[in-house]
């Protein structure tokens, strides 16, 4: 029994004409009949009362009628779902992101994808950059906002946009007039800075800046979130290196200072394998673009 034979058997019972019925189906009454005539003998029994004036169900055609007409629906509106996740229309689609992209990058895509593809489900997860790898590479994401990542196999990495790096001070702090900031002006500085393990890029970037110093500042204390780090530079734990947009925040308590040589980080968006279609779309989103109707 194939579904095409489901479907012309449909279109009979409601036409109750094999002529009709052969137009709609775009073919003609001949091989209809023989496809009929075909799905009465797999099941065994007459489906119609046929006479030379009138077509008509018999019980058992209208029994068969009535239970096999949602599941050719449901098939067939299966096959349209499918063809929609396929493009790109619908389905759902799952969004890493470091905390930092969430007031600059993130918000503006946003409203802009669930404008012109409002059948797409955007499910968003604010994580390190350490668990969005690790999460792409598992198949539990589809795209990943991430920071200085590097080359990682199994991943598309490309650059969305970078921003200087930024000294953040607590307001007493001595160094909190200066118009910029010399790397040595840091030496021996507690600095609260996030878990190497993960954002081992960024955290790299920053160790960097320090590198050449004999007594570069000794992290004294980590934590996963910008915020965090922000109120415990307020509090007077230390000072940190971020990006430029925590300028965002106005946390009270802390100022900022560019540094000297105007060092950068990296803002990435990365893929995984077998990611959803309408993945692309959402990375043309972060790229201020306009998505194509479809």
Known sequence: MELRQLRYFLVVAEELHFGRAAERLHMTQPPLTV??????HELGVQLFDRTTRRVSLTPAGQAFRDRI?????????AGG?????????????????????????????IRTFRQQRPRVDLVLNPLTSGEQIEQLLDGNLDLGLV????????????????????????????LAGSAE???????????????YRLMPGFVSRVLRVFESLPTPPTVV???????????????????????????????????????????????HVARGPGRHPAADDFIACLKGGTLAAS
């Not at 991943?155 to 970078?162: P, S, V």
Request: cysteine-free; aromatic content about 2%.
């Open 35 to 40: 496809a009929v005539r075909r799905l009465e």
């Open 69 to 77: 007409q949602s599941a050719v629906a449901d098939l067939d509106g």
């Open 81 to 109: 779902e499918v063809a929609d996740v396929a493009a790109g229309r619908s389905g759902k689609i799952r969004v890493g992101f470091v905390s930092s992209a969430s007031y600059t990058t993130v918000p503006e895509a």
């Open 147 to 174: 920071r200085d990542p590097g080359d990682i196999p199994g991943l598309d990495i490309e650059l969305l946009g970078t921003e200087d790096l930024v000294v953040v001070l607590p307001e007493a702090h001595p």
């Open 181 to 195: 900031i010399r790397p040595q002006d840091l030496e021996g500085e507690p600095m609260i800075l996030f878990p």
């Open 221 to 267: 204390q980590q934590a996963i979130h910008q915020e965090t780090v922000l109120g415990l530079v307020a509090a007077g734990l230390g000072i940190s290196v971020l990006p430029e947009s925590v300028r965002r925040f106005n946390m009270p308590g802390v100022t900022t200072r560019p540094l000297v040589g105007r060092p950068q980080t990296e803002l």
